[in-house]
């Protein structure tokens, strides 16, 4: 797999790539945005035969960049192509991870990190990524109430009006709105959404969770069971 670094200490990049060359990674060395932007976005972008397509299987940003912020650049990416996006950063509050998978970020690691919990990630997002091209094409769609869910064009909806959420906020709607009401154990979630079973996931759910009670402005459309997991509560119908 072509991995993006977008990393601008070059000591961090060196010795992180080396790991990742070990492990398979073909690594490609950004140290700015415009850097990164160029990398991911060739001057035939507007091609659309070539929609979406970057060449790169994962992105990891860091966003303290010299040029620009690096959310600034998640949003750009994530306008114009689907390569999912791992943000790597030192910024731990929550504030900060929710605002970065609203931006489009698939997954959020906090510095410092364990390189395989790193690795974990990394192949995770790509799983799920080869997942969902291999499912492209399947007539589904789910109605909740006001909440439409196209599944095979990843597209979500509340009374009417479109609402963007990211691949993992997508999957983790579409995972519990298929069977509404029913209570999903979190090691489950993480289990089908993650394609993992390491523990520290558990933050990452919580973290979308939120995310999804707040692009949907339906914070009690996805009920927390205590010390069990999450169900989703259809909201009827409006008008």
Known sequence: MRLLLVEDDDHVAAALSAVLARHGFEVVHARSGEEALQALLPPDENDPDKSGKSGFGVVLLDLGLPDQDGYEVCGKIRKRTATPVIMVTARADVRSRIHGLNLGADDYVVKPYDTGELLARIHAVSRRTAADDSTAGIETSLKLGAVQIELPTRQVSVEGQSVQLTRKEFDLLALLAQRPGVVFRREQIISEVWRTSWEGTGRTLEVHVASLRSKLRM????????????RLVAPPAQG
């Open 219 to 230: 914070p009690a459309l996805i009920e927390t069971v205590r010390g069990v997991g999450y």
